[in-house]
C-alpha cells in the first residue's frame, strides 16, 4: 500500500529555513506526479507545490511563490521541499500527497513552527 514518510520539520526563527523530506513507497513513485500540503492550526489543508512525476512541470501557491522550492528524487523515491525566508505564517503541519486531485493519499506530517 502506500507509505509516504515525512520528515525535516522544526522549529525556525522567521527568515531562517528548513528542508522537507517525504520517502516513498508501495506504489511506483517515478510515474506519479506529487504534491506538499499543509494543514495550519485550526484550518483545513491547504496545497502548497506540486510537481510532475520527470520534474519538467512544477507550480506552487502564491503565498509561498519564490520562497520555497519543491524537487525530487526518483531514484531514491524521494520528494524534497525546500523553505527559505520562513514566515510566522508558514507555520503548519506539511504533509507530502499522491494523487492530489483524487485519493489524496498523505504520511502523518512533520510540524514546521516558524517563531521568534
Known amino acids: 500500500q502506500v507509505q509516504l514518510v515525512e520528515s525535516g520539520g522544526g522549529l525556525a526563527q522567521p527568515g531562517g529555513s528548513l528542508r522537507l523530506s517525504c520517502t516513498a513507497s508501495?506504489?511506483?513513485?517515478?510515474?506519479?506526479?506529487m504534491t506538499w500540503a499543509r494543514q495550519p492550526p485550526g484550518k483545513g489543508l491547504e496545497w502548497v507545490s506540486s510537481?510532475?512525476?520527470?520534474?519538467?512541470?512544477?507550480a506552487y501557491d502564491d503565498s509561498v511563490k519564490g520562497r520555497f522550492t519543491i524537487s525530487r528524487d526518483n531514484a531514491k523515491n524521494i520528494l524534497y521541499l525546500q523553505m527559505d525566508s520562513l514566515k510566522p505564517e508558514d507555520t503548519a503541519l506539511y504533509y507530502c500527497?499522491?494523487?492530489?486531485?483524487?485519493?489524496?493519499?498523505r504520511g502523518q506530517g512533520t510540524q514546521v513552527t516558524v517563531s521568534s
Open positions: 510537481i510532475s512525476s520527470n520534474s519538467e512541470f512544477t
Open positions: 508501495g506504489f511506483t513513485f517515478s510515474s506519479s506526479d
Open positions: 500527497v499522491k494523487d492530489w486531485h483524487g485519493s489524496r493519499s
